[in-house]
């Protein structure tokens, strides 16, 4: 069975979000992925990094149910370098 992304609690938190509140969400997994890759790159890392690429990112969004106008504006922030920002 393929394991699920999302709780279905968080899944239904996650649709009452505000678009600023899953745009900080989805940053700090892409940060996180970011982080991680890194540290396996420069020798640091344990093994486990899971390489998050732009396409997987769209994918989990996709699989957690997210309406498909907030996926694309959080993915033009993220690409874009913008997922720094503070809300």
Do not use: H
């Not at 979000?17 to 940053?27: E, F, G, L, T």
């Amino acid at each position: 069975m393929k394991k699920k992304p999302l709780s279905f609690n968080e899944y239904k938190m996650l649709l009452k979000m505000p678009y600023n509140a899953v745009n900080v969400w989805v940053s700090s997994i892409y940060k996180s992925g970011y982080n991680d890759c890194q540290n396996e790159i420069f020798g640091e890392g344990d093994g486990t990094a899971y390489i998050l690429d732009a396409e997987r990112l769209y994918q989990i969004l996709q699989d957690a149910g997210i309406p498909q106008d907030k996926i694309d504006a959080v993915m033009e922030e993220v690409l874009n370098g913008d997922y720094e920002r503070q809300y």
